[in-house]
């Protein structure tokens, strides 16, 4: 079964605003990166997590191995937000570094 | 750093061709990923190399596919006998896994389109 649960699959904000993007994990992760996927498709990494909380700028990330979540939050949101977010990670159980990823959150940001 | 580099971008293959994808990791990262992209899969992992040899290739389908990595500057994705459900984006990444950071990066991708 899917053991990267993504929610929700889309999200609007209005500039200014914030919320937050959560993980779900059905097995222990040993590390969680989330992406951005830009405008030509490329995706972005935004944060690598093996434990506790990281932020850059107006975003926020936290990965909690044992209660098996990440979350993603965004404050200010501004319009070269949107996009299409991914969070990635590795299950501690198995020797292989593979990325299992989430389905994905459709962002937009409305003026 | 130019970043990983895949090549072609976009590919388009008659059903039964074969089509071979090419990716550069980043200089000095010693593992390399591939994974796919399709509407209704979603992001899945296919295969890795870690200094050039095949660690985990767990996602790979059994038959037509294969990968190799003759060099550490490059690796390789065949896809013998192409078909219609092979068309996808794939996704190259390398990493390297010093200070116990795994964290990988992703190239630009290549559009596989099987007619």
């Known amino acids: 079964g899917d053991q990267v649960e993504q929610s929700p699959s889309a999200l609007s904000l209005h500039e200014g605003t914030g919320s937050a993007l959560r993980c779900n994990f059905t097995t222990t992760m040993r590390a969680v990166q989330w992406f951005r996927k830009n405008s030509r498709g490329s995706l972005i990494n935004l944060f690598y997590?093996?434990?506790g909380t990281k932020e850059n700028g107006r975003l926020k990330s936290a990965f909690d191995s044992k209660e098996r979540y990440s979350t993603l939050h965004i404050r200010d949101a501004q319009l070269e937000d949107s996009g299409t977010y991914f969070c990635?990670?590795?299950?501690?159980?198995?020797?292989?570094?593979?990325?299992?990823f989430g389905s994905g959150t459709q962002l937009t940001v409305m003026p | 750093n130019a970043g990983v580099i895949q090549t072609p971008r976009h590919k388009v293959t008659g059903k039964g061709q074969e089509a071979t994808l090419w990716c550069e990791p980043i200089?000095?990262?010693?593992?390399v990923f591939w994974y796919r992209q399709t509407i209704v899969q979603g992001l899945e992992f296919l295969t890795y190399?870690?200094?050039?040899?095949?660690?985990?290739d767990s996602g790979m389908p059994k038959e037509r596919f294969s990968a190799q990595m003759p060099n550490q500057s490059h690796s390789t994705l065949k896809i013998q006998s192409t078909q219609p459900q092979d068309s996808a984006v794939y996704l190259c990444a390398s990493s390297f896994p010093g200070l116990g950071s795994y964290e990988q990066y992703f190239g630009p991708g290549t559009r596989l389109t099987v007619l």
């Open positions: 990635a990670a590795e299950a501690a159980s198995s020797g292989s570094w593979q990325l299992i």
């Open positions: 200089s000095g990262h010693s593992a």
């Open positions: 997590l093996a434990s």
């Open positions: 190399f870690r200094n050039q040899a095949p660690i985990d």
